[in-house]
């Protein structure tokens, strides 16, 4: 009933001239609001996982000081024993800056593709979800609009019925006084207009209750 009232307050306050305008405001509502961002939430995750189908390619530098000269890169005996007696050079360093780059691709992960057709599904029903969500708010502001305007309809007729039996009551009771008309066909105008005026307060409850439920 809440949904139900919250669609004819919103259809009441925008004053729309036609319905395009209040289904364009139906797209903007909290809950149509959640729905779009599910969608794109998944759709977010799906590139994600695609993205991690491909190469990746990584670059590195880094910088290091010490104390006293380290070896920069790890020599084996054999290596270290050959060096010296060529007399050559170790790479012995106090700064030691290093650059590079890394490069890696998956060749065949299988949850990873399990994981992308459980996405790609979840979004083909997140898609049908928000389209039916929205068909459901539409198709309810229409029934909620054909009930409005129904009252306001019916409210309008039993207004002029009223106004219509008040110019009869007046003219009868100029009857009535001079003694042409009887007195009984006045009292049954009177009662008439009681039950029209029933009429118009029941359905003025009616349409102040559904506004006050908005509030609610």
């Known amino acids: ?51 991690s ?45 290093k650059i590079g780059f890394s490069a890696s691709m998956p060749i065949f992960v299988k949850n990873i593709y399990d994981t992308k057709s459980k996405i790609s599904h979840l979004l083909i029903a997140s898609k049908y979800k928000a389209k039916i969500n929205l068909l459901k708010r539409e198709s309810l502001l229409i029934t909620l609009l054909s009930k409005y305007n129904y009252l306001i309809k019916l409210k309008k007729a039993l207004n002029d019925e009223k106004n219509s039996i008040e110019t009869t009551l007046n003219a009868i009771n100029v009857g009535v006084k001079v003694g042409r008309i009887p007195a009984f066909n006045a009292l049954r105008l009177k009662d008439a207009l009681n039950q029209i005026n029933i009429k118009i307060s029941g359905i003025n409850t009616q349409i102040d209750s559904k506004r006050l439920q908005k509030i609610l």
């Open 1 to 51: 009933m809440k949904k139900l009232s919250f669609g004819l307050i919103l259809a009441i306050s925008l004053n729309a001239t036609n319905l395009n305008e209040l289904f364009n405001a139906i797209k903007k509502t909290p809950d149509t609001k959640i729905d779009n961002l599910l969608i794109k939430k998944t759709k977010t995750l799906k590139k994600e996982i695609i993205g």
């Open 53 to 97: 189908l491909y190469p990746s390619v990584s670059i590195f530098a880094s910088s290091e000081h010490f104390s006293s000269p380290t070896n920069i890169k790890p020599l084996p005996p054999t290596k270290s024993q050959q060096i010296g007696m060529q007399h050559g050079g170790y790479w012995f360093s106090q700064n030691i800056n």
